[in-house]
């Protein structure tokens, strides 16, 4: 099962707004990632964050981490009509030893409107 | 080259043919993956290889039999599907299963949209 949510579901911006979107869990993890998807298209990972970090930067990203509240927030500023996506958190599992895999997020939908 | 490459990009297949889906990928990594997506979904993890060898099935129906013929290439067969197996299928590689960060990061393919009529 999905251990991870997201909110909001769907986001709806202009052009030029930043765009927050957040990512709940409930376990443990060791990093936590978040990945884009352009419709119908495969995903592609953005930025991985560990668990002993709390922010990190890469672009027009910012990624935070609390691993005390179990979440983690993707920004993204200055949005442009092309990071119109779905958004999807997925962490990796403590202990899952050789049987290791991702949990991911439900996802956000981000729409960026010129 | 971070490229995973699948192969139909698009099938559209009746309940009773036989049809496999490839991917492929040059990247030298050991850990390959088949994912189930549904439209407005997460991606629902299907198979992992590791080292060319199962590690993980997550009870996927029999009517889907992954292969890993080389490092380099995952199949999917499929057989006598429903029309509830239409979806995207993704394909995705990452260096390893190890613990650290830069291993978990996959790779996807582009997909390739399944519909079973």
């Known amino acids: 099962s999905q251990q991870g949510e997201e909110d909001p579901q769907a986001l709806s911006i202009q052009e030029g707004e930043n765009a927050t979107m957040n990512c709940s869990y409930k376990?443990?993890?060791?990093?936590l990632q978040w990945y884009r998807q352009n419709s119908g298209r495969g995903l592609v990972h953005l930025i991985l964050?560990?668990?002993n970090e709390r922010e990190k930067h890469s672009g027009r990203l910012r990624v935070t981490l609390d691993t005390s509240k179990k979440s983690s927030s993707l920004l993204i500023t200055a949005s442009r009509a092309a990071d119109t996506a779905s958004y999807f958190c997925?962490?990796?599992?403590?202990?899952?030893?050789?049987?290791?895999?991702?949990?991911w997020g439900l996802g956000t939908s981000l729409a960026v409107n010129p | 080259d971070t490229e995973v490459t699948q192969t139909p990009k698009h099938l559209v297949m009746g309940m009773t043919n036989k049809k496999s889906l490839k991917c492929e990928q040059h990247?030298?990594?050991?850990?390959m993956y088949w994912y189930k997506q549904k439209a407005k979904k997460p991606p629902e993890l299907m198979f992992v290889?590791?080292?060319?060898?199962?590690?993980i099935n997550e009870s996927v129906p029999s009517r889907f039999s992954p292969e890993c013929p080389n490092s380099s290439l995952l199949n999917l067969h499929l057989h006598a599907l429903q029309p509830e197996d239409s979806a995207l299928y993704l394909c995705?590689?990452?260096?390893?299963?190890?613990?650290?960060?830069?291993?978990?990061?996959?790779?996807f393919g582009a997909g390739t949209r399944l519909s079973v009529l």
């Open positions: 995705a590689s990452s260096q390893g299963l190890g613990t650290s960060g830069a291993k978990n990061i996959q790779y």
């Open positions: 990247m030298g990594h050991r850990a």
């Open positions: 290889y590791s080292y060319e060898k199962l590690s």
């Open positions: 376990t443990s993890i060791n990093n």
């Open positions: 964050i560990r668990s």
């Open positions: 997925a962490t990796d599992l403590v202990g899952a030893g050789n049987n290791r895999k991702l949990i």
